[in-house]
């Protein structure tokens, strides 16, 4: 017979969310602080700032449970994608697709189905 447990339940709801709070409010704090520290002592606004504060802030993920930490990542890694596919767009190496993100789109949902 299952028992339920309501406290514990509910404990653990409580300091997941916390988790997640603390790696949200770490993030975007870090990010924000070392964007106007890099700018104030580097005394010029360009990509570095960006890259050093991104790369720094991403350390917040340690405040995450270990299987939220691959839940995050599976959601970030297609956003840099883009990212990247974008700047490469910008910079003249690789060609815009129109509706691309709808081809995209089609073919994950295409292997999700297939997996299925």
Not at 22 to 43: I, M, W
Not at 80 to 93: D, F, I, P, Q, T
Not at 96 to 111: D, I, P, Q, R, T
């Amino acid at each position: 017979m299952m028992r339920f447990r309501p406290k514990k339940t509910l404990w653990l709801t409580l300091k997941n969310i916390v988790k997640s709070s603390l790696f949200l409010a770490v993030y975007v704090a870090v990010f924000r602080y070392l964007l106007c520290f890099t700018k104030n002592s580097r005394g010029v606004v360009d990509r570095w700032n960006l890259i050093i504060s991104s790369f720094v802030c991403g350390f917040a993920i340690l405040f995450e449970h270990k299987s939220r930490q691959s839940e995050l990542a599976f959601y970030m890694v297609p956003r840099a994608l883009e990212s990247l596919y974008n700047m490469l767009v910008k910079r003249g190496y690789a060609n815009h697709v129109k509706n691309g993100e709808v081809l995209v789109f089609a073919l994950s949902m295409a292997l999700i189905m297939y997996c299925y």
